[in-house]
């Protein structure tokens, strides 16, 4: 099993054994708007979580067996209370 990331901001689930082509990916209304720039695979009872982070300042939460939406949301800022980035 694989996770990757798109330049496009899509996140892409492969199943090896069934093939090259992804077997689900997030669309484009709920993905990064900038390049993903790194995944992550997160410990969990069900080995189906992951964590996709951007440049869009956002880091998202999946579970690979529903791509469709992300399970939570992260913005990422530079620790500024008055003035965000």
Not at 6 to 17: A, E, K, M, P, Q
Not at 29 to 56: F, G, I, M, R
Request: with cysteine.
């Amino acid at each position: 099993l694989l996770i990757g990331g798109s330049y496009n901001g899509l996140v892409n689930y492969y199943d090896l054994r069934k093939g090259p082509s992804p077997v689900t990916k997030t669309s484009v209304e709920v993905a990064h708007y900038d390049p993903v720039y790194d995944v992550v695979w997160l410990q969990s009872k069900t080995a189906s979580e992951c964590t996709s982070v951007s440049s869009d300042g956002r880091m998202l939460f999946w579970d690979v067996r529903k791509l469709s939406e992300a399970v939570d949301e992260c913005i990422l800022n530079d620790g500024n209370k008055d003035h965000p980035k």
